[in-house]
Nanobody
């Protein structure tokens, strides 16, 4: 069974930086895409960054130039480097892997447990 474990959230002052990590364990046959989502209080969950298996990356307009998604291939770990943080970046950040496990023949979404990021003004 595939599990995702996140780490790296916390409290930071506006303008500061944080780096989130999400490590996958379990038998993964094919990793198709890795994403970071966030959910601010009272708002819907939104996608902030995507990295495909081919290495393409996509960002929400609100984080372009400030956030960077990267991957450690050997460890099936995805990172989100967040710089120049703003109070509006506050929320719970979730990692998401779209993958095919060895136990299946089709791809499914897997989610991390979420990590709180709070940016103080």
């Amino acid at each position: 069974q595939v599990q995702l474990v996140e780490s790296g959230g916390g409290l930071v002052q506006a303008g500061g930086s944080l780096k989130l990590s999400c490590a996958a364990s379990g038998n993964i046959f094919s990793l198709i895409a890795m994403r970071w989502y966030r959910q601010a209080p009272g708002k819907q969950r939104e996608s902030v960054a995507t990295r495909t298996s081919g290495g393409s990356t996509y960002y929400a307009d609100s984080v372009k130039g400030r956030f960077t998604i990267s991957r450690d291939n050997d460890q099936n770990t995805v990172y989100l480097q967040m710089n120049s943080l703003k109070p509006e970046d506050t929320g719970i950040y979730y990692c998401n892997f779209f993958l095919v496990p060895y136990s299946s023949t089709y791809a499914s979404d897997y989610w991390g447990q979420g990590t709180q990021v709070t940016v103080a003004s």
